[in-house]
């Protein structure tokens, strides 16, 4: 494993792009007919990228929990 990981290529997804990410990527949008894809690294990050891509600037969210 530490092998694989000296000789792994890696770039910055936040700035030109990771030449691992972008082809998964690719991948995504194409399976799913979209334009571009994101590559999200967590549930969490998936979830506020979501509210912040819905909810104006001034507004409020509430986040209510599901009762069992």
């Given at each position: 494993m530490l092998d694989a990981m000296r000789v792994a290529s890696y770039g910055d997804d936040s700035r030109n792009g990771d030449e691992t990410?972008?082809?998964l990527e690719a991948l995504a949008a194409e399976r799913t007919g979209k334009?571009?894809?994101?590559?999200?690294?967590?549930?969490?990050?998936?979830n506020l990228v979501a509210v912040l891509a819905h909810a104006r600037h001034d507004s409020e969210v509430r986040v209510v929990a599901d009762q069992p």
């Open positions: 990410v972008m082809p334009e571009a894809g994101a590559f999200m690294p967590s549930g969490t990050t998936t």
